[in-house]
């Protein structure tokens, strides 16, 4: 039965342990539950199927920006795409389960609805029982129990101090429900990516570290262990299996290093535990890969995460060098990749990925969380610390992208998304003024908008052009001055004798409608000043009228700027940040070619 498109009676359904498939239902209100900052905080939300309400009913993290920018308002109906739930212990009240909401979709705003439909009932505690006969939510368990000060309880097999426990059959702890407040909890979860161990040594003394992103079927988080965990653990640890993992600490994610969908990540400790998961079970998801067609990379922004599978085409033998800024001695390989989208691309691999890369044959290469650069106008791949990246793996776009290789799918490939492009290079994107970008709103939707105009350089704020880096070849943090002739990188948590300095440049550009201030960083800018980092910053640090001269040779020459808006906040006020993606000298012949076919569209003189 159904009232107004609710599902009736789902609520009762899913309390009851029976699972449903996408129950429709309305929210009436809605609760901040008080954590530590917007971090950690969670909604709590009451929810009705027109029969019966709930108000145990949880968002999952991920959900909060839905609730914050108001599309959970009251009486908006929901469609529930994916749930789960769990067990609360509430002491001498017996327990109750709650639904945790992890992905949904909203059917029809509160706006519109306006009312509340139906005249729902307050769900009863016999009703909602979990001793309930139905059938449970996943499958049949069986073991003991954990519970937590937060009331979720996770159940297990009884665990020890010598790590001999099996937990099996256990009901888990979904990775989206963990916070700092709780301190009981088991997670079934499998490996995404395993970093190498980092060593590091300064006057505090040495230590090191591995970390590892993992995921279940409710979301993922990073877990780092440190010392003697990581001598413990790392030989454990292998990408793809699938591991029960307890007493980890939580805290704060650090978003800056991290592009996981988790508002926390976990420690090791002394007292964790952690132990392989070798039943065949199904209920961990597999890595889930949303490959894009290499052809598609060169449409793709700077730092973009992106994951690509390909075929090595070419592989140039392992270079090593030493480090100019850190003198440290590093390995790379260049790796060629295609794939039936007829276009190549370049993957750069350092250090053991590229000592260890087959040379001597053609492996199908699976590239998840990989980096897209940028130089000369080519794009590029290389991998960070979270990326994962297999050879010949058992999947199906892996067998077909092999046939089509090996029946000469490659031999008339010549497009590389790699290759630099000159300054006479088509104009694609979008021409805009800045005063057409201002009317058509641009970068204030979800995702930046780019588009291209011809402009002047006025001038550059030479306060703050440049910054102290960490010395690191593959690390880029600003550095914290000691005051004591050594400098602080806290991603790297090691002190060094120098830096680096890195560009970072603030431009007011102007076309014939108006100015934009414009941010550049380093390697478009030193593309730009022909000079690089160091040289501008030494320039500004020790001589200042050699740095104006340095700024001032570019002032008032035209180029053409493709550029990336979007809409930011700072302290809760929206600023468009415009960002150059590309600077090109502008080519006359080129540009009046340009302005010459947009007349004939305009005016249709011209064409045949």
Same mark, same amino acid.
């Given at each position: 039965?159904?009232?107004?498109?609710?599902?009736?009676?789902?609520?009762?359904?899913?309390?009851?342990?029976?699972?449903?498939?996408?129950?429709?239902?309305?929210?009436?209100?809605?609760?901040?539950?008080?954590?530590?900052?917007?971090?950690?905080?969670?909604?709590?939300?009451?929810?009705?199927?027109?029969?019966?309400?709930?108000?145990?009913?949880?968002?999952?993290?991920?959900?909060?920006?839905?609730?914050?920018?108001?599309?959970?308002?009251?009486?908006?109906?929901?469609?529930?795409?994916?749930?789960?739930?769990?067990?609360?212990?509430?002491?001498?009240?017996?327990?109750?389960?709650? +639904?945790?909401?992890?992905?949904?979709?909203?059917?029809?705003?509160?706006?519109?609805?306006?009312?509340?439909?139906?005249?729902?009932?307050?769900?009863?505690?016999?009703?909602?029982?979990?001793?309930?006969?139905?059938?449970?939510?996943?499958?049949?368990?069986?073991?003991?129990?954990?519970?937590?000060?937060?009331?979720?309880?996770?159940?297990?097999?009884?665990?020890?101090?010598?790590?001999?426990?099996?937990?099996?059959?256990?009901?888990?702890?979904?990775?989206?429900?963990?916070?700092?407040?709780?301190?009981?909890?088991?997670?079934?979860?499998?490996?995404?990516?395993?970093?190498?161990?980092?060593?590091?040594?300064?006057?505090?003394?040495?230590?090191?570290?591995?970390?590892?992103?993992?995921?279940?079927?409710?979301?993922?988080?990073?877990?780092?262990?440190?010392?003697?965990?990581?001598?413990?653990?790392?030989?454990?640890?292998?990408?793809?299996?699938?591991?029960?993992?307890?007493?980890? #600490? +939580?805290?704060?994610?650090?978003?800056?290093?991290?592009? +996981?969908?988790?508002?926390?990540?976990?420690?090791?400790?002394?007292?964790?535990?952690?132990?392989?998961?070798?039943?065949?079970?199904?209920?961990?998801?597999?890595?889930?890969?949303?490959?894009?067609?290499?052809?598609?990379?060169?449409?793709?922004?700077?730092?973009?995460?992106?994951?690509?599978?390909?075929?090595?085409?070419?592989?140039?033998?392992?270079?090593?060098?030493?480090?100019?800024?850190?003198?440290?001695?590093?390995?790379?390989?260049?790796?060629?990749?295609?794939?039936?989208?007829?276009?190549?691309?370049?993957?750069?691999?350092?250090?053991?990925?590229?000592?260890?890369?087959?040379?001597?044959?053609?492996?199908?290469?699976?590239?998840?969380?990989?980096?897209?650069?940028?130089?000369?106008?080519?794009?590029?791949?290389?991998?960070?610390?979270?990326?994962?990246?297999?050879?010949?793996?058992?999947?199906?776009?892996?067998?077909?992208?092999?046939?089509?290789?090996?029946?000469?799918?490659?031999?008339?490939?010549?497009?590389?998304?790699?290759?630099?492009?000159?300054?006479?290079?088509?104009?694609?994107?979008?021409?805009?003024?800045?005063?057409?970008?201002?009317?058509?709103?641009?970068?204030?939707?979800?995702?930046?908008?780019?588009?291209?105009?011809?402009?002047?350089?006025?001038?550059?704020?030479?306060?703050?052009?440049?910054?102290?880096?960490?010395?690191?070849?593959?690390?880029?943090?600003?550095?914290?001055?000691?005051?004591?002739?050594?400098?602080?990188?806290?991603?790297?948590?090691?002190?060094?004798?120098?830096?680096?300095?890195?560009?970072?440049?603030?431009?007011?550009?102007?076309?014939?409608?108006?100015?934009?201030?414009?941010?550049?960083?380093?390697?478009?800018?030193?593309?730009?000043?022909?000079?690089?980092?160091?040289?501008?910053?030494?320039?500004?640090?020790?001589?200042?009228?050699?740095?104006? #001269?340095?700024?001032?040779?570019?002032?008032?020459?035209?180029?053409?700027?493709?550029?990336?808006?979007?809409?930011?906040?700072?302290?809760?006020?929206?600023?468009?940040?415009?960002?150059?993606?590309?600077?090109?000298?502008?080519?006359?012949?080129?540009?009046?070619?340009?302005?010459?076919?947009?007349?004939?569209?305009?005016?249709?003189?011209?064409?045949?």
């Amino acid at each position: 039965m159904s009232l107004h498109g609710l599902t009736t009676g789902c609520i009762a359904d899913i309390m009851c342990g029976n699972e449903l498939d996408q129950p429709v239902v309305q929210i009436l209100g809605s609760k901040r539950i008080a954590g530590g900052g917007d971090q950690s905080e969670r909604f709590r939300l009451l929810i009705s199927d027109g029969v019966n309400m709930y108000s145990f009913a949880m968002l999952a993290t991920q959900l909060n920006d839905l609730h914050q920018s108001g599309q959970l308002a009251e009486y908006t109906v929901i469609r529930i795409n994916r749930y789960i739930t769990s067990i609360v212990n509430r002491g001498e009240r017996g327990e109750k389960r709650v +639904l945790i909401i992890l992905e949904l979709t909203v059917v029809k705003p509160g706006a519109s609805v306006g009312e509340k439909i139906g005249n729902p009932q307050q769900l009863t505690e016999g009703t909602a029982s979990t001793n309930s006969t139905a059938a449970p939510q996943r499958r049949p368990e069986s073991a003991g129990s954990i519970s937590d000060g937060s009331g979720y309880q996770a159940r297990s097999s009884n665990v020890d101090a010598q790590n001999s426990t099996v937990f099996q059959n256990s009901l888990n702890h979904p990775i989206s429900s963990l916070s700092p407040y709780q301190n009981k909890w088991v997670i079934k979860a499998r490996v995404m990516s395993k970093s190498a161990i980092r060593t590091w040594s300064n006057a505090k003394g040495e230590g090191k570290l591995f970390s590892m992103d993992i995921m279940d079927e409710s979301g993922e988080i990073r877990v780092t262990a440190f010392k003697e965990q990581c001598d413990k653990f790392y030989d454990l640890i292998q990408v793809d299996k699938v591991y029960y993992i307890t007493k980890c #600490q +939580l805290k704060p994610a650090n978003k800056q290093y991290s592009t +996981l969908r988790n508002e926390y990540e976990m420690t090791m400790t002394n007292d964790t535990i952690i132990q392989e998961c070798k039943d065949e079970d199904t209920s961990v998801p597999t890595i889930q890969y949303n490959f894009v067609p290499i052809s598609q990379i060169a449409n793709m922004e700077a730092n973009a995460m992106v994951d690509v599978i390909g075929v090595c085409k070419e592989v140039s033998e392992v270079s090593q060098f030493t480090a100019r800024a850190s003198g440290r001695e590093l390995k790379k390989r260049e790796v060629t990749l295609v794939d039936t989208s007829n276009a190549t691309v370049q993957l750069t691999l350092w250090g053991e990925d590229a000592v260890n890369f087959p040379s001597s044959s053609n492996p199908v290469v699976v590239l998840k969380g990989a980096r897209v650069s940028e130089f000369g106008g080519g794009k590029s791949l290389g991998t960070v610390q979270s990326s994962v990246m297999k050879l010949n793996p058992l999947i199906n776009e892996a067998h077909k992208l092999r046939g089509w290789y090996d029946n000469g799918g490659s031999d008339s490939v010549v497009n590389s998304v790699s290759a630099r492009t000159g300054a006479g290079t088509s104009y694609s994107t979008e021409w805009i003024t800045f005063h057409e970008a201002k009317e058509r709103n641009l970068g204030g939707g979800d995702k930046p908008d780019y588009y291209q105009t011809k402009a002047l350089i006025h001038n550059i704020k030479s306060t703050n052009a440049v910054y102290k880096a960490c010395p690191q070849a593959d690390c880029n943090k600003k550095v914290v001055d000691l005051e004591n002739g050594m400098y602080r990188c806290e991603k790297c948590n090691t002190d060094y004798p120098k830096y680096k300095y890195r560009l970072l440049l603030n431009m007011l550009v102007g076309d014939w409608t108006s100015n934009r201030w414009v941010t550049v960083f380093t390697e478009l800018g030193e593309q730009l000043l022909s000079k690089s980092s160091q040289e501008v910053g030494e320039a500004l640090e020790f001589n200042k009228e050699e740095a104006e #001269q340095i700024f001032s040779a570019i002032y008032f020459n035209s180029y053409v700027f493709k550029l990336r808006t979007k809409v930011e906040y700072f302290a809760d006020a929206p600023r468009n940040k415009i960002t150059a993606v590309e600077i090109k000298p502008l080519v006359h012949k080129d540009y009046n070619a340009h302005l010459i076919k947009n007349i004939q569209e305009m005016t249709g003189i011209g064409k045949k």
